[in-house]
């Protein structure tokens, strides 16, 4: 109840909603004093009501999208318009309507949970009744008000982040930039946090937030931006992003790297694949097939016939990681690649679809 | 809504928050407060047979130390102002802070204010100490009320500089080192503990340009009662110049640690 009562009281407050951009990155570039290029050339532009999603790797120039935005940092290159006025020229009028969390939170440790949030609001010119009523509205929203008394050294990280989130929405943000808002929350809490974001999105709020998550970006993001060494590679729906990749993908594995090139040059004429690329790792194959299951027997058939040996072969349907990889031939993180393909069949053994691969079509469905 | 706070109101919460965290830690209160109190009586002890050292034939031990025990405190604990913006540094507290519609001196100023008040605390439990053992203080209610306003922008502008130091290197070591190194220097090289005239030649010259020399001659006449007004405001003036200078230089600097 008190969520949406939040949500109907920015709506309100929020000025009419235009077709001009939030935010619009010209030509971006950001030099650090190391000469390390965080953002080259970057090109952005969100609209109002968007919720973008950040994906790209660690040092893709995520978090410096977001300083810049927040006006911690200055462009050494190119334009940055906010509200659809020159940012370098606004100062403190744009951060009044900018909420920010940052990947540490920054939450005081010496306050309370409800201490942070008056002491947020003070900074935002609010104060008396109003201020009180709006903290224990937040409170309610990020389900701390049973702690709002509690000092937020005795927090747990993830009790820490939703009171960040709290702080950064006490002045009734236009533009909400979150870094990595989910790390350090569990299933449920992200989907919990999430429902609430896009309530507010609803309102009107413009969001952008970075990930590492691939799937909770397809999910609850409206558009996508994929950026790989300060550049933008790519920018979207999850959906139109995905339609890139038609069909299945089919990640071949061999023992040896010879064997992978061998079936590379063997399988890239077939008329059943649409594409062959080299994988992440020497043994690995990327294949892109209109009809994934229906291609298994025929890809064995023709490697078995040259004497390649497959060791395993896994079948997915395409996810964000695959646009990136095929965009930049660089995975978008090491550690997750594996966990992402939800189904692994023994090439010679398996012609059925697994639990999981139903499972995982259902997801994409809803 | 674009609202924000303006440079006094931000300046003020955050000075209120400052506090709020020095509350956090009633011991650590408590201990600052007795601080300058402890070394004085030490100090008043070891230098128990002063009156015989020839320069202090005028002097009580008790009411020559106190100005400069006063003054020392003040250093001491605004030397090292900077280790909680470190603090507040690698929590990302400041950050967000900056992120805030507020002016970046003003989470600064109100942090140094914090610091300053701290120092009063201080100043004002010594004075009664001074009271209760009939130390001899000429000075009048005015005189004592200057006192305590030369104390707080002593403290504004070495915080200042512990700032500017603690944004520059960003590293408490560093901070802790550097700020002991200038600690000693103006504390041994100054006339807190010995009179002008008893020190070295060299060491008078340094004493002449350091600013807690002047401080320390200023808050001795000060408590006398013979403080010159002109003396005071251009002591004053350029404690007032060395803070806003330090705060402003720790403000523009704060833009590239965050």
Known sequence: MAISDLAATDAQQRSAPTAQPIARLTDVGLVFRDGIRALDHFNLTVLPGDCMGVLGPNGAGKTSLLRLLAGLAQPSAGQIELFGMPARHQGIVARRRIGYVSQQSGIDQYLTGQGNLLLAGRLHGQSGGDLHKRTELLLDLVGLRNHARRQAAQYSGGMRRRLALACSLIHQPDLLLLDEPTTGLDTSGKAALWKHLLMLQQAGLTIIATSHDTQEIERYCSRVALIDRGRLVMEGTPAALKAQIQGDLLTLAFSEAPQASKALALLQHESYIRSAMPGEAETQVYLEAPDGPAAIPQITRLLEASGVVLRRLTLSRPTLEDVFFRATGTPLSDSERPSVAPTEVLAQKSRHRSPFRRRSQQEVQS | ?258
Not at chain 2, 215 to 238: D, F, K, N, W
Request: hydrophobic fraction near 55%; proline fraction near 4%; charged fraction near 10%.
């Open chain 2, 1 to 258: 809504m674009s609202q924000s706070s303006s440079f006094t109101n931000a300046t003020f919460w955050l000075f209120c928050r400052a506090w709020q965290k020095t509350l956090r830690l009633p011991l650590v209160l408590a201990l600052v407060l007795a601080l300058p109190a402890v070394t004085l009586w030490l100090l008043s002890q070891i230098f128990a047979s002063i009156h015989q050292t020839p320069g202090f034939s005028a002097m009580q031990s008790l009411s020559f130390f106190a100005p400069g025990m006063l003054v020392i405190a003040a250093l001491f604990g605004s030397s090292f102002a900077g280790i909680g913006l470190l603090g507040d540094h690698d929590s990302g507290v400041l950050e967000r802070l900056t992120a805030a519609p507020i002016h970046r001196s003003a989470i600064l100023l109100g942090k140094a204010l914090a610091d300053g008040s701290r120092t009063l605390l201080q100043a004002l439990t010594l004075l009664i100490l001074l009271a209760a053992l009939h130390t001899p203080i000429d000075g009048g209610p005015l005189d004592l009320l200057s006192l305590l306003a030369l104390l707080a922008v002593f403290s504004l502008a070495f915080a200042g500089l512990s700032y500017l130091i603690a944004l520059l290197t960003s590293s408490t070591e560093a901070l802790m080192l550097i700020e002991m190194f200038l600690f000693l220097l103006l504390l041994f090289g100054s006339n807190a503990l010995l009179p002008d005239s008893l020190l070295p030649g060299w060491m008078s010259i340094v004493s002449l340009v350091n600013p807690v020399s002047h401080t320390v001659s200023l808050a001795r006449q000060l408590l006398a009662g013979t403080a010159e007004p002109l003396t005071y405001s251009l002591t004053i003036g350029a404690l007032a110049l060395l803070a806003s200078l330090g705060i402003s230089a720790a403000a523009l600097k704060i833009k590239h640690i965050t």
